[in-house]
């Protein structure tokens, strides 16, 4: 769809969920393809055929627009999450629902997950605001809730025996630096199927939860 054929923002509804919806899509997708500092405000209102000043008046800056999407992209992920941390399940057959969880909605919603990946370290010495900076605080403090996620079904699976004793922490930023990293290669095509990316999810999750298993040796 060309940006004139695009369903325009009107003023008086840009504070919607639907159209703050619309405008973050862009923003990951804008961030995701000319990287932060090449991305402007003109290139996010144009993907959504709106003005300048209508972004501005949902979000008053980029570093803004940028912190709102990751932020969204981590809650997100987190309610992925919910269903299969509270299953009765062994902490490796947990841990193995949330990598494939993890990759597919990876796959599916790349500009954001891509987004998390570039990081909000890349922020930490940029001139910012104090609610910018307390912003920064919290995003930081979400991923790491997100990390903890992770920490505790290798924790609890060390205890129910279906996980091999690990250092917990050290096992947790590896699996998730990990599944992470399919940002870093996938790209979508016009031909790709769910059924596709759910087996490629199912892949990687099998091999970067298989060495974590009480049954696997070093060779």
């Known amino acids: 769809m060309t940006t004139q054929n695009r369903p325009r923002i009107r003023a008086n509804s840009a504070r919607t ?9 862009a923003a990951a997708d804008c961030f995701m393809r000319n990287g932060f500092e090449a991305a402007t405000i003109d290139d996010i209102a144009a993907t959504i055929g709106a003005t300048k000043g209508l972004v501005y008046y949902s979000f008053k800056s980029k570093d803004d627009l940028f912190f709102a999407v990751y932020e969204t992209a981590i809650q997100r992920a987190l309610l992925e999450l919910k269903p299969i941390t509270s299953t009765p399940d062994s902490g490796i057959a947990r841990l193995n629902a949330a990598c494939e969880r993890h990759v597919t909605t990876l796959m599916e919603r790349l500009p954001y997950h891509v987004v998390t990946r570039i990081g909000i370290e890349s922020h930490a010495f940029r001139a910012m605001t104090p609610k910018q900076r ?18 505790d079904m290798i924790r609890e699976g060390i205890a129910d025996g279906s996980i091999r004793p690990i250092d917990v922490s050290l096992a947790a930023k590896t699996v998730i630096g990990a599944i992470n990293s399919v940002s870093m290669w996938y790209r979508p095509r016009a031909s790709d199927t769910a059924v596709e990316r759910g087996a490629i999810a199912r892949q990687i999750a099998d091999m970067v939860t298989g060495g974590l298993a009480r049954s696997a040796r070093p060779s």
């Open 17 to 25: 969920e639907e159209h703050r919806n619309r405008i973050l899509d």
């Open 134 to 151: 307390q912003l920064l605080r919290e995003l930081k403090k979400l991923r790491d809730d997100y990390e903890k996620v992770f920490a």
